[in-house]
């Protein structure tokens, strides 16, 4: 996992492969900000932690290279950017593509970028949520895996929408990392599949917390 802040994800990630519920291993969590709470959860948990500062390298390819190089040691098979706050450098994401997610706060196309929350509401949305994508070198605009719908409600704010959206975010990330991790989702000749016919539109979080086609 790339991680540069709170770690919700991390846990909630954590917490559905130690129970079981997901075949997932967890095998490194890998951060810009050395300071980022999520290293120590991961500490807590057993799991590896790294984080390189940005400052010690001259330019972003320089530090992109070598934080994927720490992530390539572990071998992972997959590679999930939960909260993950820089973006990096095309050249190094080439090769990852298919092999690398996001969870972005919005239901993308909408929103792509920062404060997803504030805007959602200035735009008047009725509905806002998460989504998890595959991460190619156009910031936020790889093909989206799932999302998970959120009402926008009467009174909202930006901190009360956000948490309302983060609950959800977290039976998202963890069923769109199962869906990859028994094959019921793949990335194959450079789209997505799942099962047999490509996926042509996100699949949707259902109340259940189970993933199905919208
Ligand atoms: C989440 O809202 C995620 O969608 C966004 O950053 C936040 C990370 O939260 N990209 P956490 O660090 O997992 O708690």
Redesign the pocket.
């Known amino acids: 996992m790339l ?8 846990l909630a990630l954590h917490r559905a492969a130690a129970q079981g519920r997901i075949p997932v291993r967890l095998v490194g969590v890998f951060s810009d900000r050395p300071a980022a709470p ?1 290293l120590a959860h991961a500490r807590d948990q057993g799991i590896p932690a790294v984080a390189l500062s940005p400052r010690d390298y001259p330019d972003r390819l320089a530090f992109d290279r070598a934080l994927l190089a720490r992530v390539a040691a572990v071998q992972p098979d997959l590679i999930v ?4 706050m820089r973006i990096i450098d095309g050249t190094v994401l080439a090769p990852l593509v298919g092999r690398m997610i ?4 919005s239901l993308l196309p909408r929103h792509r970028g920062l404060h997803t929350h504030r805007r959602a509401l200035e735009a008047g949305d009725r509905e806002h949520g ?1 989504s998890v994508h595959v991460v190619t070198a156009e910031l936020d605009g790889g093909p989206v895996i799932a999302q998970a719908v959120v009402p926008v409600l009467p009174g909202d704010d930006e901190q009360r929408l ?1 948490e309302r ?2 609950a959800r ?1 977290h039976p998202l990330l963890v069923a769109s990392v199962g869906a990859l991790a028994t094959g019921a989702v793949r990335w194959s000749d450079g789209r997505l599949w799942c099962g047999e016919a490509p996926l042509d539109a996100p699949l949707r979080l259902d109340a259940d917390d189970r993933l199905v086609r919208p």
């Open positions: 991680a540069s802040g709170r770690g919700s994800n991390f999520v950017c939960a909260g993950y996001n969870i972005h706060p998460a956000a959206v983060l975010e």
